[in-house]
Every structure is written in structure tokens, then in C-alpha cells.
């Protein structure tokens, strides 16, 4: 099974179709794709994205967080190694059961950054079938760009949570380093979530 | 419910602080246990204490003030989400801690841990306080609450069998 899917193609359909859903991203390449991503779009400063820079493991953590306090749906674009970092986490967002979470794991299979070394789903981790096992109501694995379209648009108007397990390849280059800006990310999307107009910065 | 235990519940409530995630302790569940059937909160009960991190933070991102209940074994598991989240981006999250490895601790596992947590708060420049008893107990809750939000970062609210006088597990 040839894996087409790009992150950067990826988050570039979901940036595109998600109006003013609060998304969150991983940390390393995913965060700065999305960074770049924005600008290229020409809606950056997007305030509600949250961009993580450390805490591996937690990007859908602060996204179940997020996502019982709104009806929006919330998007967490995840990666295998940081999720297979805090598995226990998909057993939670399965016992809460917010309707309006859509995790997107980029699953490429390895620790890219570090030096690609392969993570465990190279081997026997399923994380579709784990997530399927803990609850989630509606759970897909996609391999190429258009059957990601129809998938996150589909999970747009699905009753969740929902898992969308991406198969994604690297192409051995990183995007330019972004600023790290951790006080202004929560400072952005807070404000935003509150309707807080007067406090922009 | 005991006093100590209301004061508590009746701070998280004066400080709108509706979204309580924790893992179970003995003593913890003198509180955990009335938040659950108080309707005023959401609780969330994680799989590890490090989870409780990332749902509290993203709760208070989303505008609804959040606190987290653990073990001071689960403060161990905690560190490096609170140095790289909660420190950097300022996120407040007031954090009830119960101290293992005090007086009547009879679990060798428990005792570093238990009295490592204020020495490493204190490293990491993370704001603590302990409660003993229940003298001026109602100002050292909501006044070290305040201070949390002033501070834009954690603090640790830690409680000890001096307390709580509960069984310990």
C-alpha cells in the first residue's frame, strides 16, 4: 500500500474547511507546517489555532479540554509518537464522549524529527482499531489526499468523537523553524474563545 | 461532609473554577467524590496525572477555569508537562496535591516522591502552600487560588494526614 498523504496537504483541507474551529497541533514539524500554512492562506494570525511547542504526548489531551467547553467542533492534529505517548488519553476522550472532537493523527509511522526512527505503529499498533476499542464513535484510516477530503468533511457533521488515522510519508526536509510564541498562542485563543474583541493583541 | 472539604469545594466555586480533572486518592476522594455529584462541575478522570495537565490547560484556554486533584506519587508524572506547557505559555491551574510519605506512611514507593514534590516545586519556581489544619483554612484556599491567576502559572495546594486524618492509600 504506496502512502501518498503529505501533513502539510492534510492540514491545508482542514484549515480550508473548518471555519473557526479551535485546532490544536503537535509539536515539531506539525505545529510549524501549520504556522506556515496560515500565512501562506493568508489568515494568520488564525487565533484559534494552538500551537504546541513541548508536552509531547498532549495535544489531544488540551484538545478534550477544549472541546467540553464549546459545541464547536475541535480538530487535534496529532502524530503517532506523541499520541503512543498518552494512549490513555484515547480511553478518556472515549469515556467522555464529546460529540464535537475530531482527532486527526498524522501517522507517519516514526519519530521524524529525531532522526525518523520507527515508532510502534511501523509494527503492530493499529491506532484506528485502538481508538475503536475505546470508544470512539466513528473511527477511519486514510491513505491519499481525496480520501481525506471526503473524510474530514464527512467527520464535520458526524456525531463524535472521531478518529481519522492518516498515513502520512516525510519528505525528508522541515519547514523553517516558526516562532515559538507559547504566551501568545494562549493569550490569542483565549481571548478568541471568550469573545473578547477588546483585548486584541 | 467535613469542613475542610467544603472550604475547598466552596473556593473552586467562588473562583468559577467548574472543570476538575484528577486521578483517585483516598483522602482526595473525601472531595472528588462530592465535586462528582455537584452538579456545578465538569469532572474529568484521567488515565495518568500528566493527562490531567493537558485538560485542565486546554480548559483554561478555552476560558473555563479548571483545577486538578492527585497524589503526590501523580506530581512525578507531571513535571515535564508543567516546565514545557504550562510555565512557558503561563497557564494557570491550581492543583490540589495529598502528600504521601508523612507521618504514618508505611509504603517505602510513596516516601521520595512524597517529600521530593516540594523541593522540586520549589526548583521549578512553582508557588506552594501545605495545609495542616483548618486555622484561617477559607484564606489559605481562596487567597492562594487568587495568587494562582495572578501569577498566570500552577500552584500547589498540598494536603497532609494532619488534614485530612484519613486513611492512607
Redesign the interface.
Known amino acids: 500500500m504506496e502512502v501518498k498523504l503529505l501533513r502539510y496537504d492534510l492540514m491545508k483541507n482542514i484549515l480550508q474547511n473548518s471555519e473557526n474551529s479551535p485546532i490544536i497541533s503537535n509539536l515539531g514539524p506539525t505545529s510549524d507546517e501549520l504556522w506556515h500554512l496560515t500565512k501562506e492562506l493568508e489568515i494568520h494570525p488564525r487565533e484559534r489555532n494552538f500551537y504546541t511547542y513541548g508536552s509531547m504526548g498532549l495535544c489531544s489531551s488540551i484538545a478534550l479540554g477544549i472541546s467540553i467547553n464549546t459545541t464547536e467542533k475541535v480538530i487535534s492534529i496529532d502524530g503517532d509518537g506523541s499520541l503512543l505517548m498518552n494512549l490513555g488519553t484515547l480511553s478518556t476522550i472515549g469515556r467522555i464522549s464529546p460529540a464535537n472532537l475530531i482527532i486527526v493523527v498524522c501517522d507517519n509511522e516514526m519519530w521524524a524529527q529525531t532522526g525518523y526512527q520507527p515508532t510502534a505503529t511501523a509494527f503492530n499498533t493499529d491506532l484506528e482499531k485502538v481508538a475503536k476499542s475505546c470508544g470512539f464513535k466513528n473511527t477511519f484510516k486514510c491513505t491519499n489526499i481525496n480520501e481525506f477530503k471526503n473524510t474530514f468533511s464527512k467527520s464535520l457533521n458526524l456525531n463524535g468523537p472521531t478518529m481519522i488515522v492518516a498515513k502520512t510519508k516525510e519528505t525528508g526536509e522541515f519547514p523553517e523553524v516558526t516562532p515559538v510564541e507559547p504566551e501568545f498562542t494562549v493569550y490569542r485563543f483565549r481571548n478568541s474563545m471568550m469573545n473578547n474583541n477588546e483585548a486584541k493583541l | 461532609m467535613d469542613k475542610w472539604v467544603k472550604i475547598i469545594i466552596d473556593s473552586l466555586k467562588e473562583h468559577n473554577i467548574s472543570?476538575i480533572?484528577y486521578v483517585p486518592d483516598i483522602s482526595i476522594d473525601k472531595v472528588t467524590k462530592e465535586i462528582e455529584s455537584d452538579p456545578y462541575f465538569?469532572v474529568?478522570?484521567?488515565?495518568?496525572e500528566?493527562?490531567c495537565?493537558?485538560?485542565?490547560?486546554?480548559?483554561?484556554?478555552?476560558?473555563?477555569n479548571?483545577a486538578i486533584f492527585m497524589q503526590s506519587s501523580g506530581f512525578g508524572n507531571c513535571i515535564?508537562?508543567l516546565?514545557?506547557?504550562n510555565l512557558?505559555?503561563?497557564?494557570p491551574i491550581p492543583i490540589f496535591i495529598n502528600l504521601r510519605g508523612e507521618i504514618g506512611e508505611f509504603n517505602i514507593a510513596q516516601v521520595t516522591m512524597g517529600r521530593s514534590t516540594k523541593p522540586i516545586l520549589d526548583v521549578l519556581n512553582i508557588p506552594h502552600v501545605t495545609l495542616n489544619n483548618d486555622i484561617n483554612l477559607e484564606k489559605k484556599v481562596s487567597g492562594n487560588i487568587t495568587l494562582c491567576y495572578a501569577s498566570k502559572i500552577p500552584l500547589a495546594i498540598c494536603i497532609s494526614p494532619l488534614l485530612h486524618g484519613g486513611k492512607i492509600a
Open positions: 472543570v480533572s465538569k474529568i478522570p484521567a488515565s495518568r500528566e493527562e495537565i493537558g485538560i485542565a490547560s486546554g480548559s483554561y484556554v478555552s476560558g473555563v479548571s515535564n508537562a516546565t514545557s506547557l512557558p505559555a503561563r497557564i
